[in-house]
């Protein structure tokens, strides 16, 4: 019994080291900083993908964000989505746009409004929404730590945030055009509002920020798979130790 019961103390400190049961990982003793990760994939082909690390200290975050796969020279706004089911649409959903082409409007239920804009410079909130020449131009590497309201960082602990980049070039124009209109304002064409890209916000099972790459700004994707690795790995290690007390509690029968 004492054997059984040592490890299943082992098993919870093993499962806690991992992040298993947790809402966030601190960052830090005596810190009150959790971290977060969306893995953003394409919607309406547009072929982009990113990475975003989120960290989240009180009203405090900090955003850093690789991306690649999106028209070059053109800005391509950035958000994070709150009020909805916090999950991305079906990318092979048919949409109000033209040929079927996804449009803002057609994904709110799942990913909701505008909480946050990830803007370079300027304002954050959802009414800088379509700001864009405080928006990144292309791919890279995005960094900033803004301020955010009570409502993004209660969906961030919730699990109800989305990271959404927008920005589609639907006819291979090399720029945005096109007779359809934006849903959001129709003074644009809907390529500069459709979503290229999204991620569910997650707890991430890193302890910290990836270094490397995503610190230096170098447009690498450094992190992304040691994130990966560190789940799995964290995975096997808490099975290991469950397969260790089923061992131990068969051999005590056994014995009797």
Same mark, same amino acid.
């Given at each position: 019994?004492?054997?059984?019961?040592?490890?299943?103390?082992?098993?919870?400190?093993?499962?806690?080291?991992?992040?298993?049961?947790?809402?966030?990982?601190?960052?830090?003793?005596?810190?009150?900083?959790?971290?977060?990760?969306?893995?953003?994939?394409?919607?309406?082909?547009?072929?982009?993908?990113?990475?975003?690390?989120?960290?989240?200290?009180?009203?405090?975050?900090?955003?850093?964000?690789?991306?690649?796969?999106?028209?070059?020279?053109?800005?391509?706004?950035?958000?994070?989505?709150?009020?909805?089911?916090?999950?991305?649409?079906?990318?092979?959903?048919?949409?109000?746009?033209?040929?079927?082409?996804?449009?803002?409007?057609?994904?709110?239920?799942?990913?909701?409004?505008?909480?946050?804009?990830?803007?370079?410079?300027?304002?954050?909130?959802?009414?800088?929404?379509?700001?864009?020449?405080?928006?990144?131009?292309?791919?890279?590497?995005?960094?900033?730590?803004? $301020?955010?309201?009570?409502?993004? #960082?209660?969906? @961030?602990?919730? +699990?109800? /945030?989305? =990271?959404?980049?927008?920005? !589609?070039?639907?006819?291979?124009?090399?720029?945005?055009?096109?007779?359809?209109?934006?849903?959001?304002?129709?003074?644009?064409?809907?390529?500069?509002?459709?979503?290229?890209?999204?991620?569910?916000?997650?707890?991430?099972?890193?302890?910290?920020?990836?270094?490397?790459?995503?610190?230096?700004?170098?447009?690498? $994707?450094?992190?992304?798979?040691? #994130?990966?690795? @560190?789940?799995? +790995?964290? /995975?096997? =290690?808490?099975?290991?130790? !469950?397969?260790?007390?089923?061992?131990?509690?068969?051999?005590?029968?056994?014995?009797?």
């Amino acid at each position: 019994m004492r054997k059984t019961m040592k490890s299943i103390s082992l098993m919870a400190a093993t499962m806690a080291a991992v992040g298993f049961g947790a809402t966030a990982p601190a960052l830090a003793e005596g810190s009150d900083a959790h971290s977060y990760q969306a893995n953003l994939t394409e919607l309406n082909d547009s072929g982009a993908s990113g990475t975003a690390w989120l960290t989240l200290d009180g009203d405090q975050l900090t955003v850093k964000m690789d991306t690649k796969g999106l028209l070059e020279g053109s800005p391509h706004a950035q958000h994070i989505h709150i009020g909805g089911k916090g999950k991305c649409p079906d990318p092979n959903m048919k949409g109000s746009g033209e040929n079927g082409a996804i449009q803002v409007s057609d994904a709110m239920d799942d990913y909701g409004m505008i909480g946050t804009s990830l803007t370079t410079k300027g304002g954050t909130g959802p009414d800088n929404g379509l700001d864009v020449a405080n928006f990144p131009t292309g791919d890279g590497h995005y960094e900033r730590t803004i $301020t955010v309201s009570d409502d993004v #960082a209660s969906s @961030l602990k919730d +699990g109800k /945030a989305v =990271v959404v980049v927008h920005g !589609v070039d639907h006819n291979g124009s090399g720029k945005y055009d096109g007779d359809t209109k934006s849903d959001l304002d129709p003074s644009l064409p809907s390529e500069a509002t459709d979503p290229a890209a999204c991620g569910a916000v997650t707890v991430s099972q890193m302890s910290d920020m990836p270094q490397g790459g995503v610190e230096t700004g170098d447009g690498t $994707t450094a992190g992304i798979e040691d #994130a990966g690795l @560190l789940a799995a +790995g964290g /995975a096997l =290690v808490t099975a290991g130790v !469950v397969g260790a007390v089923v061992s131990r509690r068969r051999s005590a029968r056994t014995e009797k």
